[in-house]
């Protein structure tokens, strides 16, 4: 199971965190990704991040704003979210895999939390 | 990035139906791909990956095939249940990408 919140409304420029909490399989042995779903749009990759934390990936609109991280002692995934602007708006779902060398699709999918950005 | 290409964008099939999705890549993916089933309001769920591997748990009405550019995803006869948006991914290169989706309506 992977739980995320942290979401919210947030103004453009601001910041959020977003913690996922995983449990029910072995988290520090999963690649672990994060993918987005603007309303009533698309599924859009954000990042990715290594079992050891070693090997991080970004889309580009996100590179430099938004940053991935996981704390394995607590089975804990993160987004920091930095200069948010309104195309950011979305549901933010947490999701195991997404890993390379053919490990890159998504198996298990937390239920997404709301981010938007507006004044 | 590789752009997804899915095709039809919408779909109206009658339960009991063998319906077909195509997805395209603007460059081979070898077999890096995989098929995802969104419902409203609900995470999307993994049915196949490695192009025609089908995920634990998924029904076996479900059936991917292809390589290269051109995939297809089959359901060889329609549920209730499958009436749903579905997604193909590449994860052959980053930045990882998604089809604009197909939405599987009720005739």
């Known amino acids: 199971q992977l739980v995320e919140s942290g979401g919210g409304l947030v103004q453009p420029g601001g910041s959020l965190k977003l913690p996922c909490v995983a449990s029910?399989?072995?988290?520090?042995?999963?690649?672990m990704s994060w993918v987005r779903q603007a309303p009533g749009k698309g599924l859009e990759w954000v990042a990715n991040?290594?079992?050891?934390?070693?090997?991080?990936y970004y889309v580009d609109s996100v590179k430099g704003r938004f940053t991935i991280s996981r704390d394995n002692a607590k089975n804990s995934l993160y987004l920091q979210m930095n200069s948010l602007r309104a195309e950011d708006t979305a549901v933010y779902y947490c999701?195991?895999?997404?890993?390379?060398?053919?490990?890159?699709?998504?198996?298990?999918w937390g239920q997404g939390i709301l981010v938007t950005v507006s004044s | 990035d590789i752009q997804m290409t899915q095709s039809p964008s919408t779909l109206s099939a009658s339960v009991g139906d063998r319906v077909t999705i195509t997805c395209r890549a603007s460059?081979?993916?070898?077999?890096?791909l995989a098929w995802y089933q969104q419902k409203p309001g609900k995470a999307p769920n993994l049915l196949i990956y490695k192009a025609s591997s089908l995920e634990s748990g998924v029904p076996s009405r479900f059936s991917g095939s292809g390589s290269g550019t051109e995939f297809t995803l089959t359901i060889s006869s329609l549920q209730p249940d499958d009436f749903a948006t579905y997604y193909c991914?590449?994860?052959?290169?980053?930045?990882?990408?998604f089809g604009q989706g197909t939405k599987l309506e009720i005739k």
């Open positions: 460059r081979s993916v070898g077999s890096w």
């Open positions: 991914q590449q994860y052959n290169s980053y930045s990882y990408t």
């Open positions: 991040i290594k079992q050891d934390g070693s090997d991080k």
């Open positions: 999701a195991s895999g997404g890993g390379s060398y053919g490990g890159g699709y998504f198996d298990y």
């Open positions: 029910g399989f072995t988290f520090s042995s999963s690649w």
